[in-house]
């Protein structure tokens, strides 16, 4: 007879998850990511992975709790404020970091743009291409959650939220 469990745990170790507990009451299994601290890529990693370098002038669209957390990690970049476009926003400070209305893009003369939201990069991506275009602008429009691959955004996600939250 089939044992279920063990069938499980061969399933999850190749998908690099583990079988870590069982919940009697919810009657589930609780299952996490392996840890893999020598292949964890930092956030900081995946900008340079998708050309950002610590000397660009790196603008972050999303004044948000996923900035909040980025900015722990990308500290040590030229990161000269963040982009959001509610108002009540605009003139305030997040980590240490000026928040500017989406219209002072130019200005403040980026040379990369990180539009780190889930819900409304693809939206922001456009607007900024639009701006971009009809300024001429010389600056890279980095979707996090479409420009690289599904386990990279996977990997920075549970790096800055931890385990079992979803991204929505």
């Not at 063990?6 to 507990?21: A, H, Q, R």
């Not at 669209?61 to 990161?79: M, P, R, W």
């Not at 889930?118 to 971009?132: A, N, Q, R, S």
């Amino acid at each position: 007879m089939p044992n279920l469990e063990n069938d499980l745990d061969k399933i999850l170790n190749n998908m690099e998850l583990e079988f870590t507990g069982r919940n009697e009451s919810a009657q589930c299994y609780q299952i996490t990511r392996k840890s893999t601290k020598n292949k964890e890529k930092e956030p900081e990693d995946i900008l340079a992975i998708l050309g950002v370098h610590k000397k660009d002038r790196l603008l972050i669209y999303g004044a948000g709790e996923f900035a909040q957390k980025l900015l722990l990690f990308i500290d040590n970049y030229n990161i000269v404020g963040l982009l959001d476009s509610k108002e009540n926003k605009w003139n305030t400070l997040l980590n240490g970091y000026r928040i500017y209305p989406p219209g002072e893009i130019l200005k403040l003369e980026p040379e990369a743009v990180l539009v780190g939201s889930v819900i409304y990069g693809k939206e922001i991506v456009k607007m900024l291409g639009d701006i971009k275009s009809a300024a001429n602008a010389d600056f890279q429009i980095i979707n996090l959650f479409e420009d690289i691959d599904d386990e990279t955004a996977g990997t920075i996600w549970i790096r800055l939220y931890g385990e079992g939250v979803g991204m929505e």
